[in-house]
């Protein structure tokens, strides 16, 4: 079974750039998450898409960070413009049942 | 909301067994997972529990969850260099909910 993929894996922008990540999830998997990961501490949800449906986006920083998912599969999660503080690796995941979340590689950004 | 704290590091010489410490605030936390992520890697699931349960072991490794402390422990016996990674303990109130991660704890491997 394929993992979930994420693209780009690196990506560097100065800041009030834009910036897209895309991000398939296993198939077949109706849930998809984006976790934002700054450097020495753990993931934080920025967003949760049931099916293309967002079921939670109250820790997404809306002026600035945009994300859908068509179809209800691939997602693409957007900044726009960023700041220096969203340099980090943003983790895509998946899941089916029992919240066993998947997770892909993650895209680093790095804001100059 | 949830807050989930961990040690920062853990140094344990290998063949030991390593045993990584976590607490929560949550008391709705209706599962709790432990992951891996080795540099430059994503996160890998080890193994959860259910908040009814008091321990599962699968292998090598072993939870212990004690809701009234609002403790849960990873065991890892017998500590191989492979073992070395960052491990994070997570909470979710449950079905599909997202996930609450502590900062993680570096486990760093003795010759």
């Known amino acids: 079974e394929a993992g979930v993929a994420q693209s780009p894996r690196y990506k560097i922008i100065e800041k009030r750039q834009s910036v897209a990540f895309w991000c398939n999830p296993i198939?077949?998997?109706?849930?998809l998450y984006w976790y934002q990961q700054i450097l020495g501490q753990g993931p934080k949800l920025l967003i949760q898409?049931?099916?293309?449906?967002?079921?939670?986006d109250s820790q997404l920083p809306k002026d600035r960070f945009s994300a859908e998912r068509l179809k209800g599969v691939d997602s693409t999660l957007k900044i726009q413009p960023a700041k220096l503080e969203d340099s980090a690796v943003y983790l895509c995941?998946?899941?089916?049942?029992?919240?066993?979340?998947?997770f892909g590689p993650g895209t680093r950004l790095t804001v100059l | 909301g949830e807050d989930v704290e961990q040690s920062l590091f853990l140094s344990v010489r290998e063949g030991d067994s390593s045993v990584i410490n976590c607490t929560y605030t949550d008391s709705s936390s209706t599962y709790l997972y432990w992951y891996k992520q080795e540099p430059g890697a994503g996160l890998q699931l080890l193994t959860y529990?259910?908040?009814?349960?008091d321990m599962k072991q699968d292998q090598r490794l072993t939870v212990l969850l004690n809701k009234k402390d609002k403790h849960l422990s990873l065991r890892i016996a017998d500590t191989q260099t492979g073992d070395s990674a960052i491990y994070f303990c997570?909470?979710?109130?449950?079905?599909?909910?997202?996930?609450?991660f502590g900062k993680g704890t570096h486990l760093i491997i003795q010759p």
């Open positions: 198939s077949g998997h109706a849930t």
């Open positions: 529990i259910f908040s009814n349960m």
């Open positions: 898409f049931q099916n293309n449906g967002v079921v939670d």
């Open positions: 997570a909470g979710s109130g449950g079905g599909a909910d997202g996930l609450t």
């Open positions: 995941a998946s899941s089916l049942i029992l919240n066993e979340q998947f």
